[in-house]
């Protein structure tokens, strides 16, 4: 059972972090290595067990990941192929394409290099198998952490509800990207009204772009006002050009109107978890909810937001690769 004390360790440190804040990007980590530990602390129980269970540990340890990864790549490949016939050839629409061609490039290269029975050559393959594996360790975390954190619902009554602004279709009319995050605010307004609790303020929040004829909070205080919310009930934070800006900003309105305020913050679902590790840092007092994405949108906009938060733990995540990148040089200089 002393394989399984890793495990163990990081599970009670994702317990103790998730209690503490669940707006951290570190239970993301603490989860992946809990499970990334028990699966090893299994596996070295399979000497011990009937041969039928051991060899579905195996499977499940090792076959499983590996097939998934080739179906991750056939997926990602064709998500990129609708991203591009549905959304145009922008580059933020061919990262899941991008992606699947990379796990293939990936493997391709894993299989020819490593075959060719140098040293030099096996220790480039070993550093980007580990600068690979790394990055993907990090994904999964994330990917599994945002899945997870997508499931927190609503409980009890909130004093405000801040939807963050995107950008406008004729720098006037709400899209439907923002529109899925207007109605999820609207749906929580009118349930807590339902079950009796006080009408929370529906707090819009969103500048004026350069190529915007209105800033988006107004647009999306209209919105809502067509759909019926009363005006009394909106508060409109028009000021922000980012997402840090837009919570930094709605603070300040919520702390100037309770300072004791409670609240969620509305986004689309793919980017939840990353707004809500900003809110964090923003000293917001509130959980973020995700709103629906359209399906085929989801791989390569969630790839985007990791990529975001990847390069916001630049200094750890770049510290590390580089340690990659110096160990392999070290083991092509001495193979």
């Not at 933020?92 to 061609?101: D, I, Q, T």
């Not at 140098?118 to 975390?141: E, K, M, Q, R």
């Not at 819009?204 to 005006?231: C, H, N």
């Amino acid at each position: 059972m002393v394989a399984f004390v890793p495990a163990a360790f990081f599970l009670v440190l994702f317990g103790v972090s998730v209690r503490e804040d669940r707006r951290r990007f570190r239970n993301a980590v603490y989860l992946g290595l809990t499970v990334m530990f028990l699966s090893l602390g299994l596996l070295t129980l399979v000497p011990d067990l009937p041969h039928g269970l051991g060899a579905a540990i195996v499977a499940t340890v090792l076959l499983v990941p590996a097939l998934g990864t080739l179906a991750l790549g056939v997926f990602l490949i064709g998500n990129g192929l609708t991203m591009v016939r549905k959304e145009g050839r922008r580059p933020a629409n061919l990262l899941s394409f991008m992606a699947g061609v990379g796990i293939f490039a990936l493997i391709a290269f894993v299989l020819t290099l490593g075959s060719q029975g140098s040293g030099l050559l096996d220790a480039v393959v070993a550093g980007v198998v580990l600068l690979a594996g790394y990055v993907s360790f990090l994904f999964l975390c994330f990917l599994a952490y945002a899945f997870l954190y997508g499931r927190i619902k609503v409980r009890g009554d909130v004093d405000y509800v801040v939807m963050l602004g995107s950008g406008l279709i004729g720098g006037e009319r709400v899209p439907p990207l923002l529109a899925s995050r207007l109605r999820k605010g609207q749906e929580i307004h009118d349930a807590q009204i339902a079950r009796g609790g006080r009408a929370p303020l529906l707090l819009t929040s969103g500048g004026k772009g350069t190529d915007e004829k209105l800033a988006e909070a107004r647009a999306m205080a209209d919105w809502l006002i067509a759909q019926g919310v009363p005006r009394e009930h909106l508060r409109v934070e028009d000021r922000s050009r980012t997402t840090e800006q837009n919570l930094e900003f709605s603070r300040e309105i919520m702390l100037a109107g309770d300072p004791s305020y409670r609240c969620v913050v509305v986004t689309n679902n793919f980017h939840a978890f990353r707004a809500a590790m900003t809110a964090r840092k923003a000293g917001v007092n509130g959980q973020v909810l995700g709103s629906p994405t359209a399906k085929y949108f989801w791989p390569s906009a969630t790839i985007r937001e990791f990529v975001a938060v990847f390069w916001e733990h630049k200094i750890v995540n770049l510290g590390i690769c580089g340690g990659i990148v110096a160990l392999t040089a070290l083991l092509a200089i001495n193979p």
